[in-house]
């Protein structure tokens, strides 16, 4: 049985799919825990510069990044690694993970850096001093949940004859995560006096901040000292925050990108586009892999969602295979004790 591996980075060809979940789910639990071993090595010693990974909740993100981390500087002693994701609790987690791995040396564990896109984004800004179009002093206010609705009625005051509900703070925070701005001459307007009002506090918003560091790492490659990159939950960033991680994986010697385009959590919240990792799954440039099984949670539970998965799924949806590390457990069955629609509690 090959690993879900595809070197030339085409899609896995869904009949073939299917005929490794059925050989895949007949292994018992030995032979499960044997190839998820073997496949995740290879992925993690794989010579392929640029490796996507389709990789759903509890599949062993972790232990292939240490995988690939130890084989990176193996290849290069010099390497500096960076690794990237949302949500902090993701960030402190795997941080814990290599920092207690005992196959890696401290002066291997000070080679790599961990943290959320925008906590990065946030020192890339503070050491170029924001851009040369929109300079910063010294350590700059991040404007917060409560305060953006303030900074935004001080927008608005220059504009007393525009209607607040036709030009409020949700319809241009999208026009931010989207880095793509309505061309009309009120909205123009608007932005510059937001930009111009955000310099005078010597603060950014969190979604402008990652404009402000791609610009910051166009200006000054300098700021960016990693050469090998991790890129997890990829499906939750949004095309803004895209446009800053290729701006600064634009020449890596390694580059991992994570993630389930099923598991998109912040499409309304911060305009996560889960197209984005549907795309490079479709990019030959890279190298696609697959983490079949799930370790994490009980034999039952992870057949239903695997079954759930597979029911009214959306076309464009990644094929992907999300099976039990176990054959059987004793823990309770799933249960559904609410649904949204009949159709779902029918199935």
């Not at 071993?37 to 990974?53: D, G, P, T, V």
């Not at 701005?181 to 955000?198: G, I, N, P, R, T």
Request: net charge negative; glycine share 4%.
């Amino acid at each position: 049985m090959r690993h879900l591996i595809n070197d030339d980075g085409t899609p896995f060809e869904s009949n073939e799919l299917q005929t490794l979940h059925s050989e895949l789910d007949a292994l018992d639990d030995n032979g499960r825990t044997e190839y998820r071993n073997q496949n995740a090595s290879a992925i993690a010693r794989h010579a392929a510069e640029k490796f996507l990974i389709v990789s759903g909740p509890g599949t062993g993100k972790s232990t292939l990044f240490k995988g690939r981390i130890s084989f990176w500087l193996e290849q290069n002693s010099t390497s500096k690694i960076l690794c990237l994701t949302f949500v902090r609790k993701l960030v402190a987690d795997l941080d814990n993970d290599i920092q207690g791995d005992e196959n890696l040396t401290q002066a291997q564990k000070d080679q790599v850096e961990v943290h959320t896109l925008h906590k990065f984004a946030r020192s890339i800004v503070e050491q170029n001093h924001g851009t040369s179009e929109w300079r910063f002093q010294p350590h700059f206010r991040i404007v917060g949940q409560f305060w953006k609705d303030v900074v935004w009625s001080d927008v608005l005051a220059f504009y007393p004859t525009l209607n607040s509900s036709d030009y409020s703070w949700k319809k241009f925070e999208e026009q931010l995560h989207n880095a793509e701005f309505d061309e009309a001459d009120d909205w123009q307007s608007l932005k510059d006096v937001y930009f111009k009002v955000c310099q005078f506090y010597n603060a950014a918003g969190f979604a402008d901040l990652i404009l402000r560091a791609k610009d910051a790492l166009a200006e000054n490659a300098s700021l960016n000292e990693s050469d090998c990159f991790i890129i997890d939950e990829y499906q939750d960033f949004n095309a803004s925050e895209d446009a800053l991680i290729n701006q600064l994986v634009n020449n890596p010697k390694g580059l991992l990108v994570v993630g389930d385009d099923e598991q998109v959590l912040y499409e309304k919240l911060k305009s996560g586009k889960p197209d984005l990792i549907r795309n490079l799954y479709r990019n030959n440039d890279y190298a696609n892999g697959m983490l079949p099984f799930c370790g994490r949670s009980s034999f039952h539970i992870t057949k239903t969602a695997g079954h759930f998965i597979q029911q009214n799924r959306e076309t464009e949806c990644i094929d992907k295979i999300y099976l039990p590390i176990k054959t059987t457990d004793d823990k309770p069955k799933v249960q559904i004790i609410a649904c949204a629609t009949a159709p779902t509690a029918v199935d």
